[in-house]
């Protein structure tokens, strides 16, 4: 079963930021869609944003666009999302996740994504 692993969470300020790592274990991310997601106590997960597996085109969900950007690194076989302008509302498990080589067009659903990360926390507090 494909595995992959997320890092790069951890405690930070209002207003700071990260950059999450999204490591796949055993296999290529090369044909696959790769997308992040969150989940708060007590919340349903959402999703963050999508890149797709064979052009530039990347989706993002409303409250992070303009804040968060996610990246592939073809050669490192990695997925990355940095964080910046970090709100206390942001904080929530980030995860990774792969589906086919396209996003969906119609919003970032955890429906459409088959195998996960174990997340990484990210908290934003002063």
């Known amino acids: 079963q494909a595995q992959l692993v997320e890092s790069g969470g951890g405690l930070v300020q209002p207003g700071g930021s990260l950059r999450l790592s999204c490591e796949p274990r055993g296999f290529s991310l090369e044909h696959y869609a790769v997308g992040w997601f969150r989940q708060a106590p007590g919340r349903e997960r959402e999703g963050v944003s999508c890149a797709n597996a064979y052009d530039a085109t990347t989706h993002y969900g409303d409250s992070v666009r303009g804040r968060f950007t996610i990246s592939r690194d073809k050669v490192k076989n990695m997925v990355y999302l940095q964080l910046t302008t970090l709100k206390p509302e942001d904080t929530a498990v980030y995860y990774c996740?792969?589906?086919?080589?396209?996003?969906?067009?119609?919003?970032?659903?955890?429906?459409?994504?088959?195998?996960w990360g174990q997340g990484t926390q990210v908290t934003v507090s002063s």
């Open positions: 996740a792969t589906s086919g080589p396209y996003c969906s067009g119609y919003g970032i659903s955890a429906d459409d994504f088959t195998s």
